[in-house]
């Protein structure tokens, strides 16, 4: 089916090339979610409708592409799946949630049958990576292009090879580092900015590669891979993650995820008490942004790997003063500041070529409903200033006297 996109009044209306309408018809963009997406995605016709109507599917319009963006999973399709519009349909389907472990033993026995490949989980924001319209574009969580991931992405690595064999792939990876806008970590081995790969996918099936397969490819192609600890026998895999992300939380690293080697199961998730530390600290920095099960979650993930691990007192009590500490000391520097009439805000430093594309990069952060400005620009180095609205005006109100 080809189809090209025009507009009409305020209506998106469609131009058909297809079997119905021989391109002699225009549609709007409901008869195209009702009659067309059916077509494209094994969701029935009727649950399409409501979600468009709900607002759940959108029509999508930046850098330079047209797409039905899925804000919320329908049927079996991923929230974040875009429906690239133009010569050819692209399908890029959202990434997957992964479900998180509380307890090593006896939930990875359960989960897996036989072996388990341990990965590396790093700390940045979810990439997906796809030919589009034979352009090569970077897609954020939620299905955003996101302008300034899709130019550095290519900067960082060469996937001219890769999609010129492999058009029908995503890649699907961590863009790292603290040159970054949206999740800072330092990592020695990458320092400003990096790109990790954890899976490579198809597109329309998002069936992802197997774990030997995946990583054979990237060698190939020269790509960067997350790391891979091993594959170890389910019986021992319990002793094995303990071990590694005991290892990992002394270098302030995530954890990993565990994954079927044959990708037909889904994967799970674990992480180290730094990284629950560290996404505390930066809530707690700003805790009227963020809701409230964000917090809960990561102190009950505590409870559960305190228990298991049976640390001796000592150790307890480091992992006790690391909660408190991330809780209390951001949340008061943050009330001080507000208190001196300053906004509860944070400064990310990306580097650009021009003052035009930190300007393009801000207007992609308001899409996304953050709130931000370009406070600083000088020989390509951005400053934005991300401003977190409701801590400023509620910590104001407080320190006013208003009533909790
Ligand atoms: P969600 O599961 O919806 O993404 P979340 O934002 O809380 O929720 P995380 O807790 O960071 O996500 O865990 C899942 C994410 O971890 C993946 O979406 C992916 O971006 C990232 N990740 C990092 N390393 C890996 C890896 N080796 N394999 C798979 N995912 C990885
Ligand atoms: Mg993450």
Request: with cysteine.
């Amino acid at each position: 089916m080809d189809i090209k996109i025009g507009r009409q009044n305020s209506h998106k209306t469609f131009f058909f090339k297809c079997s119905n309408c021989n391109g002699s018809y225009t549609h709007t963009l409901p008869h195209f979610i009702e009659k067309e997406l059916p077509k494209l995605v094994d969701v029935e016709p009727q649950r399409l409708k409501n979600s468009f109507r709900r607002g759940n599917l959108k029509f999508y319009d930046s850098q330079g592409i047209n797409a039905i963006q899925f804000r919320k999973k329908v049927g079996e399709i991923e929230s974040g799946t875009m429906i690239c519009l133009g010569d050819e349909i692209d399908i890029i389907r959202g990434f997957p949630k992964i479900r998180r472990t509380l307890m090593l033993s006896p939930t990875l026995k359960q989960h897996f049958t036989k072996d388990v490949a341990v990965e590396e989980k790093m700390n940045g924001y979810n990439v997906r990576i796809a030919l589009v319209n034979n352009r090569i574009v970077a897609f954020t969580r939620g299905g955003y292009i996101c302008p300034y991931t899709t130019r550095k992405a290519p900067q960082i690595m060469d996937m001219a090879d890769f999609f010129k064999e492999n058009p029908q792939l995503v890649i699907c990876g961590e863009m790292i580092g603290t040159e970054n806008p949206y999740v800072t970590h330092h990592y020695p081995e990458v320092g400003s900015l990096g790109f990790r790969i954890f899976d490579l996918r198809e597109k329309t099936s998002n069936k992802p590669m197997n774990v030997l397969d995946k990583r054979g490819t990237l060698e190939r192609y020269d790509l960067p891979s997350v790391r891979l600890f091993g594959i170890y026998d389910v019986d021992e895999v319990p002793s094995q993650v303990e071990n590694i992300v005991k290892d990992l939380n002394k270098t302030e690293r995530e954890g990993v995820v565990m994954k079927d080697p044959e990708m037909q199961l889904s994967p799970l998730k674990y992480t180290s008490s730094r990284a629950h530390a560290e996404e505390l600290e930066y809530a707690f920095s700003y805790p009227f942004d963020f809701g409230r099960q964000f917090f809960f979650s990561r102190v009950i993930r505590e409870g559960f790997q305190a228990y298991e691990t049976g640390e001796s007192c000592e150790e307890l009590k480091k992992r006790a003063q690391r909660i408190g500490e991330s809780i209390l000391y951001p949340m008061l520097a943050t009330i001080k500041n507000v208190s001196k009439d300053e906004v509860a805000g944070e400064d990310l430093t990306i580097y650009v070529d021009s003052y035009e594309e930190a300007a393009e990069f801000v207007r992609h952060l308001r899409d996304l409903g953050v709130v931000a400005t370009v406070h600083d620009f000088q020989d390509g180095k951005a400053v934005i200033r991300r401003i977190h609205q409701s801590t400023t005006d509620k910590i104001n109100n407080y320190l006013r006297g208003g009533l909790y």
